[in-house]
Structure formats: C-alpha cells, structure tokens
C-alpha cells in the first residue's frame, strides 16, 4: 500500500499551529449563519460546523474519530458553545442530511460511480507516461478536484491506481516482447548468464560504470559502445513508450541482481532488460562524449603548461637579448657621433670648405666604428643568424597563443578521437554548422600524410569564423594561402567540438550526440528546467502550467504557506492563464489550493 505522507492525499496534521487553526477552521459570519438556519440543538449545530470546515479543508467528510480533539474545541469555542458539547447525531439520517446540505452549499455532486470512473480514466492516461503510484494518485486526485468530485477514500485510489498500473505495464511488456526477435530475445536473456574468467555476467558489464579519461579507458569506453549497441536496436523495440516510463524500468532492473531478475516473469524480465539496454546504450554515449570533453581539456592545459615552461626557460634568453640591444643603442646613437666642445656641449659645424671636409670624414669614421663596435657586440654573443633565431623562438610564444604547442599532444589520441568522432552522430541545434563542417573536412583528410591540406570545403572556403583569432593564425601559413597546417586544424576541430558538447545547448554551441539522455548544463547536471532552459538555445522546455500563453502572460511562481499540502508531489489545478478562459480554474473546487499567487 502507497504511504499517504507520499500523496497530496489531504489529511489532518498531527500538530497544527494556531494561525492553522485560524485559516482553515474558524467560521465566518455568514456560515455560522447558515448553520444555525438548519440546526435546533447545539450538538447539531457543532457537528454541522465541523462537517463544512472539515469538508472545506479535505474535500471529503472524515469519521468523527480522526478529527483533532484540537479542531473540535477551536469550532466550538468559535461557535460560542457551552463546554463539554460534543459533535452528536441522534440518527444517521441526520448526518445524511448534513452531508447533503454542505455538498449543496458547495455545488459537489456525490456520485461515487462517475468519481471513480473519472479517478480510473485520469490513471489510465497518466500510467503511459508515470510509473510512481503516489504520481498516479495525485494526477487523478487534481482531475477529481476539477470535475468538483467528492474524493473517494485513499484505499480505493490506491488499489485502483495499483490495477490500473499494473494492467498498462503488462501491456507495455507484451507490445516490447513482441516486436523482438527470437534472437533479439535469447540475446537479452543470455545478460543473467554468468561466464568468463571473472566469473560475472553480462548484467554486470552493463551497469558498469565508465573509469577516468586515459588514453587506454578512452578505447575501452569506444568498446562498450559497441558492445552495447550489438545488444540490438532497442529504438526499435521502444518506439512510442514514453521516456520516463523507459527510465523507471531500467531503474528497477539495474537495482536488482542477475538472480533476482531470473525470478521475474518472462514477458516482464524481457522489456525491464530492454530499457536497461536502452538506458546502457544512452549511457555510453554520454560517458564517452564526456571522456573526450575531458581527454581535450587536458592536453589544453598540457599545452599551457608547456608555454608556461618555455617562457621560464627564455626568461634569460630575453635578458640577454635587452642587454646586446641596449649595447647596440650605445654604439650608435646619433647624439655620441656628433663634435663637441670642450664644455660639452654640440660644437657648431666648420666654416670653411677645407675644415668642413676633414669634419666629415671624422664623422664618416666615427660612425663606421660604432657600427663595427655594434657589429662586435652581437657578435659576441653568438651570431646575427643566432640572434635572428632567439628572437624568433621568443616572438612565436609571446602571449597566450598556447595553440600552437597543442597539436604535439595529440599524437596518440589522434586515432581513438577520429574513432570516436566516427562512432557517435552529431548533430546542431541551431542553424550554425560550422563546427560539424570543420569536422566532415577534417574527416575527409582523416588518412593524408602531407603537411598542409587545402581550405575548400565542398567548393568553397572553409568558415573557421567559430575559432579564436590565435586559432586561426596557428592553422594558416601566410606563406600558403589558401592552405591549413593538418595537424593544427585537427586539433583545433577536436578542441572546439569538445568546447561545444561541454556547454551544450546554446546558440552558439552547436554540436551535441544524437542520443544523449539529458543536458549536461541542466537537468541532468542537478539544476532545474529554470536555471537550463534560460539558455537560448536550450531544448529543455518548462512544465506546461509554467509556460506562457499566447498573449504572453506567465503564471507566477508557486509560494507554500503553513497550512496547506506542501508535498512536492502534488500538482495544482490553479495552473490556467488568467487571460484564458478555458484553463481558469473553476470557482466552485470544494478545498483551498495548495498554494497561492503573490
């Protein structure tokens, strides 16, 4: 039997607070009023009373047993009665015609047959897509309050969602049976059979988790994939079974052992091993795009950590190369080869012709020894074809252009990412397909040998605008136009592929593997529909009592308040837009929300 605690199933609190007591069960003027035109006696007068604010609070009437002894005497000290009165019927017909009168007084028709058939409906529908009995229970609990029902007891909801639940699995189990082969069949059942040197069965493999992101796990996790997809095409086997009745079974069976589902019945154990399947196959996908999202980021930071290195290691170079160049400065500033006077100061030029030749000269031979003392100066430092070189070397890793020493990472995982790459299907959420045509290029000279590829791309040249700007010197020559360095263009396809699958969706992160089982920036990273479908590009749509209607209008977000039903499980009717007639709720539902609008 489902715990009530797990239902929106109203009930009495064990300990309510006194502004509890004051909403809910404290009488207004024109009530007391209307209770007093159909009772003579006090006792009548109490036992109506409580029968309304009962009813207004519960939606149905409760035995005189399980009303609070506290809720009793805040009626009676409201209604102004002596104490000692207690809520007594003389006849049950009494107690008839007050339940009659309240239904009346609220516009409930007590027709426990409809109410039934209403509760057994709703279930039906919501067991296609729910496999939670407490859900099942409170969608047909909020389709009661909107057809203005009175609620049937909790035992007769639960029993009838555990029939209606259980007639919509078997037919679930017999409609995947049946679109399996014989083969398909024995193969998912040969999972339990225990084999191998290790003893273990393929269950187990199944469920295995996937391990950290090495070179040697990457290939293991590419391997899983396939043995998993091997399993059969359980797209196939699934098609039209909603997701979360696909995920609650595979849940169930990955809880249990190979002995334990070997007791279950065949046509059960069958579809329960076909969503595990199912879920293994997602699963893999998503542990190994994850893996490769981490295999990247790891050889970037290599990369910067090995630019970090070689600036500590031209630390000195650079010093040197300042010192022959402030040398150099020293030999040959203009200010040192002109004459002088002997205070110091710049002597004026010779007047005559003969002292003007002789001025010059002195000056053609001052310079000519500064520039053979500038000439010295970098010679002893090595040579111009030396210094030309240093001065290279320190100009290639100036800034952070550290992708330029990415693609030296990726020797040995240049196979298994072009295996991988070739395993999983992509695909874009938004109309740019830059990304996923630098992959299709790079994959097409996937088997080149020679340094530099071209850039044309079915005809046309190759839109790297996605890249950074250091990203696309790296990958171009100026000395080859036209051309891109191969091995640098791989790295860079891999680098922002893995980018992209990392925060994916968003309008500008377009790849992401067909599929996946959830986003990895939302739902499945722990965060609400809120917090990932505000991302632009993100395919996570609000629940649909959250979403906005035509003219715009939102409903606003759910406040709980003492007092009211405040598990997490229960869905409102409250949910329609207020522009919207059709989706109001209805005036007459016979118990308070279980929330409210700011």
């Known amino acids: 039997m489902t715990s009530i605690e797990r239902t929106a199933y109203p ?4 300990l309510m607070s006194a502004r509890e007591m004051h909403v809910f069960f404290t009488s207004k003027r024109e009530e007391i009023e209307w209770v007093q035109e159909w009772t003579r006696s006090g006792e009548h007068l109490l036992a109506l009373a409580l029968a309304l604010k009962c009813y207004q609070k519960l939606g149905y009437f409760p035995k005189a047993a399980e009303v609070p002894g506290t809720v009793v005497e805040h009626v009676r000290g409201a209604l102004e009665l002596p104490e000692g009165t207690g809520p007594h019927y003389e ?205 990247v980021a790891t050889r970037l930071k290599n990369a910067k950590d090995e630019l970090e290195e070689i600036r500590k290691q031209q630390q000195a170079l650079v010093e040197r190369m300042i010192g022959t160049y402030r040398t150099v400065l020293e030999r040959i500033d203009p200010a040192d080869l002109l004459p002088r006077g002997p205070d110091g100061a710049p002597a004026a030029f010779p007047a005559g012709k003969k002292a003007r030749r002789r001025a010059a000269r002195a000056l053609a031979g001052k310079r000519a020894a500064a520039l053979a003392m500038a000439q010295k100066a970098v010679q002893s430092s090595g040579s111009f074809a030396a210094e030309f070189a240093d001065i290279e070397a320190v100009s290639a890793h100036h800034g952070n252009n550290h992708e330029v020493l990415v693609a030296r990472f990726y020797k040995r995982d240049r196979a298994p990412m072009f295996d991988l790459v070739g395993t999983l299907e992509f695909e874009a959420v938004s109309e740019d397909r830059r990304v996923l045509d630098a992959l299709a290029h790079a994959r097409a000279h996937q088997s080149a040998t020679r340094e530099y590829i071209s850039e044309l791309y079915e005809g046309q040249p190759l839109d790297l605008g996605f890249a950074s700007q250091n990203w696309q010197r790296a990958v171009r020559d100026r000395k080859r136009p036209g051309m891109l360095d191969r091995r640098r263009f791989e790295t860079l396809v891999f680098t922002y592929l893995a980018e992209h699958l990392a925060v994916w969706p968003s309008p500008a992160r377009t790849p992401s593997p067909t599929g996946r089982t959830s986003c990895p920036t939302g739902r499945s990273a ?73």
């Open 11 to 14: 009930r009495f609190k064990r």
């Open 91 to 295: 006849s049950a017909n009494t107690a008839k015609l007050h339940r009659k009168l309240v239904r009346e007084r609220h516009v409930i028709s007590y027709d426990q047959e409809r109410a039934r058939q209403i509760a057994e409906e709703t279930i039906r529908r919501a067991a296609l897509v729910k496999n939670n009995p407490p859900d099942l229970i409170n969608v047909a609990l909020e389709e009661l309050v909107r057809a203005t029902c009175e609620l049937p007891a909790f035992r007769t909801l639960d029993e009838m969602a555990a029939r209606v639940r259980r007639e919509v699995n078997e037919d679930i189990f017999a409609t995947v049976r049946s679109r399996m082969t014989m083969e398909d069949r024995a193969r998912v059942q040969g999972l339990l059979e225990v084999g191998g040197l290790d003893r273990k069965s393929g269950l187990n493999r199944l469920k295995k988790p996937a391990k950290r992101p090495s070179w040697s796990h990457l290939k293991e996790q590419h391997k899983q994939l396939q043995w998993v997809d091997g399993l059969g095409d359980t797209d196939a086997w699934l098609e039209g079974i909603a997701p979360g009745k696909i995920a609650d079974f595979a849940v169930e069976a990955g809880a249990l052992d190979a002995a334990e589902l070997r007791d279950y019945e065949t046509g059960k154990l069958i579809a329960l091993l076909a969503c595990l399947v199912h879920a293994a196959r997602r699963r893999a996908r998503d542990d190994l795009a994850e893996m490769f999202c981490k295999r």
């Open 526 to 598: 722990g965060r609400s529909w809120r917090s990932c479908a505000r991302r632009p590009g993100c395919r996570t749509q609000p629940p649909p009592s959250l979403r906005p209607c035509a003219s715009g209008w939102r409903p606003p977000r759910r406040r709980w308040i003492p007092g009211t039903r405040t598990t997490r499980t229960w869905s409102s009717t409250r949910t329609g837009c207020r522009c919207c007639a059709s989706s109001a709720p209805r005036a007459s539902a016979p118990w308070p929300r279980p929330w409210r609008r700011k």
